[in-house]
């Protein structure tokens, strides 16, 4: 991502904030008061508001620079949901069995690292294109791989076996990893009012996912 700058918002105000997963469902009441229902996105899309962890005038301060430097809805950044940002539940360290991320062939040396939610009637995968540099683990059929047989980018999210090292036929490859959301300021203007801020007020900061 060219548009896209390589920081993290600024992390003891994102941890403050308010947010989470939105999908977008059409539903449509029949004539016999039954509905049917369809789902109009394939990928949930997570939001955010970020004036909820402002508490200071010195991180108002900083959320200001940090917004000018991405040029408002210019470029994207990583952001860190406390309540989903690891591979594993909360409270647990990742470990490199966590996540399925692929099942070797023999030939495939690339691997996208994906979370799963659910599993008993409609799993839900989801990319992650952006894992916290140096958490992410791999294994092959249950054993950790380490370099230099296995190279991260935390850029994309890409796991990559070196020529020695491809997964065999029907290895289960697995992951476990932090990760961060990529995203962006979702409005061009900051309204801040320096006097209701004072009293108490948070300013409006919307963050809205880049779905990849």
């Given at each position: 991502?060219?548009?896209?700058h390589?920081?993290?918002?600024?992390?003891?105000?994102?941890?403050?904030?308010?947010?989470?997963p939105e999908?977008?469902t059409?539903?449509v009441?029949?004539?016999?008061?039954?509905?049917?229902r369809?789902?109009?996105?394939?990928?949930?899309?997570?939001?955010?508001?970020?004036?909820?962890?402002?508490?200071?005038?010195?991180?108002?301060?900083?959320?200001?620079?940090?917004?000018?430097?991405?040029?408002?809805?210019?470029?994207?950044?990583?952001w860190?949901?406390?309540?989903?940002?690891a591979?594993?539940?909360?409270?647990?360290?990742?470990?490199?069995?966590?996540?399925?991320?692929?099942?070797?062939?023999?030939?495939?040396a690339?691997?996208?690292?994906?979370?799963?939610?659910?599993?008993?009637?409609?799993?839900?995968a989801?990319d992650?294109?952006?894992?916290?540099?140096?958490s992410?683990?791999?294994a092959v059929?249950?054993?950790?791989?380490?370099t230099?047989?296995?190279?991260?980018?935390?850029?994309?999210?890409m796991?990559?076996?070196?020529?020695?090292?491809?997964?065999?036929?029907?290895?289960?490859?697995?992951?476990?990893f932090?990760?961060?959301?990529?995203?962006?300021?979702?409005?061009?203007?900051?309204e801040i009012?320096?006097?209701?801020?004072?009293?108490?007020a948070?300013?409006n900061?919307?963050?809205?996912?880049?779905?990849p």
């Amino acid at each position: 991502m060219s548009d896209f700058h390589e920081v993290r918002f600024p992390l003891d105000v994102s941890l403050g904030g308010r947010g989470g997963p939105e999908r977008r469902t059409e539903i449509v009441t029949l004539g016999s008061n039954r509905e049917a229902r369809n789902a109009r996105w394939a990928h949930s899309r997570r939001r955010y508001e970020a004036g909820y962890g402002v508490k200071s005038l010195a991180q108002l301060a900083q959320i200001i620079e940090f917004f000018e430097e991405r040029r408002g809805r210019l470029y994207g950044f990583r952001w860190r949901d406390r309540a989903d940002c690891a591979s594993c539940p909360p409270g647990a360290a990742p470990s490199p069995t966590d996540q399925i991320i692929g099942t070797g062939d023999g030939a495939r040396a690339a691997f996208q690292i994906i979370k799963t939610y659910g599993g008993a009637y409609s799993p839900y995968a989801r990319d992650i294109i952006k894992p916290a540099a140096g958490s992410v683990r791999v294994a092959v059929g249950g054993v950790e791989a380490s370099t230099p047989d296995v190279s991260v980018d935390a850029a994309t999210g890409m796991v990559t076996f070196a020529p020695g090292a491809i997964p065999s036929a029907g290895a289960i490859v697995t992951a476990g990893f932090y990760f961060d959301v990529p995203a962006r300021f979702d409005t061009d203007f900051l309204e801040i009012d320096m006097q209701a801020f004072e009293a108490g007020a948070i300013p409006n900061i919307p963050i809205i996912e880049i779905v990849p």
